[in-house]
């Protein structure tokens, strides 16, 4: 890290560490598939070695009719508004660790309740199988191929099951018609197809950028999300 950027560094990290929301946040183990070459881990001290911190930022995209799709089954009756840090998932300083050649592992600290890990495989060649976790409940499972690999562009696409939980956030705490003024939390189960794409050619070489497109069979719906790791 550039010295003259530390400030701006600290300041960025903080900012990010506040602002944590509570979805899922971007895999940060998945720089594996965009390295020029296998990262090569002899023993535990390449481990420690080759830690290193990126920060994430990841957000779902529902459609403008989802409250009135959801409302009367999860929050009936009740005044509330979608609570929206349940669509976003941020981090300033998940933990990048390459456990093995083809294996890496990543931590996301989170403001304390929001805690995430990610994972990433390459059972075949170029073919990798991603998982990611959180403590509130969400999680994906993503099973892609790299199919572009030169100095413009590196693209990798795959297939995607991602699990979001969702809140209604109390508006008021007057009681509702039936005496009761409460929301629970509620799972939303999404299938789709999942891009990542990255620039070599960009100064910051491990930019990378996530698109999904994913359908949701209960409720008919389609949404989006767009994510992004990257360096200092």
């Known amino acids: 890290m550039n010295r003259s950027n530390l400030p701006y560094s600290l300041f960025l990290i903080l900012a990010l560490v506040i602002i944590n929301g509570c979805g899922i946040h971007a895999p940060v183990s ?8 296998p990262t090569k881990i002899e023993g535990f001290r390449d481990v420690i070695r080759l830690i290193e911190r990126k920060p994430s930022v990841s957000y779902s995209i529902y459609p403008g009719n989802f409250r009135d799709l959801t409302i009367n089954q999860h929050a009936k009756g009740v005044d509330t508004t979608l609570n929206r840090l349940w669509q976003i998932g941020i981090s300033g300083h998940s933990i990048l660790i390459r456990l093995r050649n083809n294996f890496s592992l990543g ?19 170029r073919t990798y199988f991603t998982g990611v976790v959180n403590i509130l409940g969400s999680g994906e499972i993503i099973v892609q191929r790299k199919i572009l690999d030169n100095d413009f562009i590196i693209l990798s696409l795959g297939a995607s099951y991602r699990h979001e939980q969702m809140e209604y956030r109390l508006v008021s705490l007057k009681p509702s018609r039936t005496g009761e003024a409460k ?15 990255a620039f070599p050619y960009l100064n910051n070489k491990d930019f990378r950028s996530i698109v999904g497109i994913y359908k949701e069979p209960n409720y008919n719906i389609l949404v ?9």
Request: net charge negative.
């Open 30 to 37: 998945e720089s594996m598939i965009i390295e020029d070459k």
């Open 107 to 125: 931590l996301n600290p989170g403001a304390i309740f929001n805690f995430g890990a990610d994972f990433t495989y390459e059972f075949f060649d």
């Open 183 to 197: 929301t629970k939390p509620f799972g939303i189960n999404l299938w789709g197809i999942r891009g990542l794409i």
């Open 224 to 232: 989006i999300n767009l994510g992004t790791v990257f360096s200092f």
